[in-house]
């Protein structure tokens, strides 16, 4: 009903902005009570730092019309009604499609995003004008079952030392479930392929450095107990959720930035849509001054390049992705066995 909207007055670089929250006593996150007012809240909270974390990329919405344990869809197209001050710019999808993609550009459009019911937001690697080519490079370590948080931490800090070898500085933040996501800033001048085979590159080299505790298998049943470095975020129209976005879980956590310092005693589940405001307030953002220098992916490259000649070849893509030259066959060992 309209008499149930509450209008947020939204700072930002353009001056003050309202936008209208409808059904702000909707809940999101049932355990927890928080509402869809209360995380419109925690965007405008944290919005400077949300902004300069996602802001300038083309975006994909993970929207939860009816809160977490609902139904959920992505949006990527500006839907009807979307106001002015949110922009769009035509990207390529691995089909070779294009079609316009959602850019923020300002906390109001973050709130906006909420309006509709937006809970996880996910940028890509690229800026909008030039989103064929990543400035980001990044790698998500994915603990596997019988493996946590604490198992991630020690391949994050030996992960950092591998890409401070080649000239890149990283930064790490939690994934706001059990992972931790590695990024470095990279000058955008190569394609979204030689980045994943930059990727692969550093994660054969994690790879080797930690056998019994990292893996590059993409198959599940070869991984073991160990951490997935998963190669395959890496690819166009891949993304991860951003810095400071929520995500659909029932303790409401937000992948947070951290500093290497700290990162040997954060607990991930303290970091939420609750707390994560007064820990900018009085923490700081450990993501300030990241794109400050950026760097190149040449090394690693040499690094693939190296590990092809050595009898390591591509590895597979996403399954809706198309044929790729040099992939292997898309079927899991335990099948391709079974056919032998």
Known sequence: MAGDAVVLTVPGPHGDREVRISSPGRVLYPELGIT??????????????????????????QRFPEGIDGEEFFSKNPPRGTPDYVRSVPVVYPSARSHPQLVIDEPAAAVW????????????????????NPDQLRIDL???????????????????????????EAYIKTSGNRGLHVFAPIEPVREFLDVRHAVIAAARELERRMPDAVTTAWWKEERGEKVFVDF????????????????????????????????????????????????????????????????????????????LENGLGELPFPPDYPKMPGEPPRVQPSRAKKTE
């Open 36 to 61: 869809k007012l209360d995380l419109a809240n925690y965007i405008v909270a944290v919005g400077d730092a949300f902004v300069r974390a996602n802001g300038d990329r083309p975006l994909s919405l």
């Open 232 to 307: 395959n975020q890496a690819n166009r129209d891949r993304t991860m959720a951003g810095a400071y976005s929520p995500r659909a879980l029932a303790h409401a956590p937000v992948s947070t930035p951290v500093t290497w310092e700290e990162l040997t005693q954060v607990d991930p589940r303290d970091f939420t849509v609750l707390t994560v405001p007064e820990r900018l307030r009085t923490v700081g953002d450990p993501w300030q001054d990241f794109g400050e220098r950026t760097g190149q992916i040449d090394t690693l490259l040499d690094w693939w390049q190296r590990d």
């Open 142 to 168: 994915d603990p596997q079952p019988g493996t946590g948080f604490a198992d991630a931490v020690p391949a994050a800090i030996e992960l950092r030392a591998v890409l401070a070898e080649v000239g890149l």
């Open 113 to 132: 995003a909420v309006q509709m019911n937006t809970i996880v937001f996910h940028p890509w690697p690229s800026r909008a004008e030039d989103s064929d």
